[in-house]
């Protein structure tokens, strides 16, 4: 079964990483519940060994994919070509919301699913379990405090008045590979005025499009990168060693939501339901923040007002980040700020 699903996803996305990133297993009960998830595993391993402890009758199997990977997979076992998971919890929100549209998701309602906000529930059919900025990160060491750009005017103003310092120095997502990464692109391309000014920017220094935050993460701690554009907050909080300062962008900040569905095709759709139960409870909502994946909102802690926080909502306008023109246009635009002729 692994290597057909292999298959299909090689067949469905030839962009998409086929293969697993990597698994676990939590508890040791009788029924296995299966949760295909794009957190890494080491991140949130704390909150579904609670879970597991919570609900002993269970094992729950953990798969981490790619964002682009789980979306094919997902697309796959809804249309009954490959395993079903019983619950899915993808950082591609977009992606997520698709698979709603395409009547692959089992509804549920509880106490704690009709108490989320508007913006992190659709349908009664997806819902946000976290709140995660995209933050800009850079080297403290190659950075003068001065050049620390806290809004993207300024990292405009700095590409501009020190290209050479800057040059092959600055990474992103590659957007093609990332489905956060397009996440990000596709709401920046709606909300900042300064998007066709960065990318232009970004091609005359050279900028990097690469994959995985953790990979960005560890190459600004590294120098290989002086500053890292879009990038997932909280995995630079939890990977980020001492010489990787942390923006929240004070223009507007970006804030994704993980989005868990329960699948049409889920064979436990029940342990589905208790586990987005426990993930929305006091108690994995904590244990979620103190693992700084739902982030703060006190400005006092934050330095960011309420006004500047943009969270990506789970609505009908996201589907148009999948639109085949609108994807055609950003990855174009993309490929002209990225490609090795580029600056």
């Not at 295909?36 to 595993?41: G, K, P, V, Y």
């Not at 009954?80 to 309602?109: F, I, K, T, W």
């Not at 994807?327 to 490929?335: C, H, S």
Request: proline share 7%; glycine share 6%; aromatic share 8%.
């Amino acid at each position: 079964m692994p290597r057909l699903i292999a298959l299909l996803l090689a067949l469905l996305l030839p962009r998409a990483a086929a293969a697993q990133e990597g698994t676990a297993s939590f508890g040791s009960g009788p029924t296995d519940l299966l949760l295909r998830s794009t957190t890494d595993i080491a991140i949130i391993r704390p909150v579904m060994a609670r879970f597991a402890e919570r609900n002993p009758d269970l094992t729950l199997r953990y798969e981490q994919w790619g964002s682009n990977a789980l979306y094919a997979l997902g697309r796959a076992a809804c249309a009954g070509r490959a395993e079903p998971a019983d619950a899915l919890l993808s950082s591609g929100a977009h992606q997520m919301l698709a698979l709603v549209n395409s009547a692959c998701a089992h509804p549920y309602r509880s106490a704690a699913t009709a108490a989320l906000p508007d913006q992190r529930r659709w349908r009664d059919e997806l819902w946000g379990i976290t709140e995660e900025p995209a933050v800009i990160i850079y080297n403290t060491t190659a950075l003068s405090p001065e050049d620390v750009p806290r809004t993207r005017f300024a990292l405009l103003d700095l590409m501009r008045k020190k290209p050479e310092l800057l040059r092959s120095r600055i990474a992103t997502y590659d957007i093609e590979d990332s489905g956060l990464g397009y996440l990000f692109a596709h709401a920046d391309s709606l909300e900042a005025t300064t998007f066709g000014a960065m990318l232009e920017a970004f091609a005359r220094i050279g900028a990097i499009a690469t994959c995985c935050s953790l990979s960005i993460i560890d190459g600004v701690s590294e120098g290989r990168y002086y500053i890292a554009y879009n990038v997932l907050g909280s995995y630079a909080e939890a990977r980020a060693a001492p010489n990787v300062g942390i923006i929240l962008p004070e223009d507007y900040t970006l804030m994704m939501s993980r989005s868990f569905m329960i699948p049409k095709t889920a064979r436990h759709p029940e342990a589905a339901q208790r586990l987005l139960d426990f993930l929305l409870s006091p108690e994995a909502q904590g244990m979620l923040a103190d693992l700084g994946l739902i982030a703060p909102t006190d400005p006092a802690e934050t330095s960011l007002l309420p006004s500047a926080r943009r969270l990506i909502a789970l609505s009908p306008p996201l589907l148009l980040a999948l639109d085949r023109s609108t994807r055609e246009r950003l990855f174009r635009l993309w490929d002209e700020a990225f490609s090795p002729d580029a600056g």
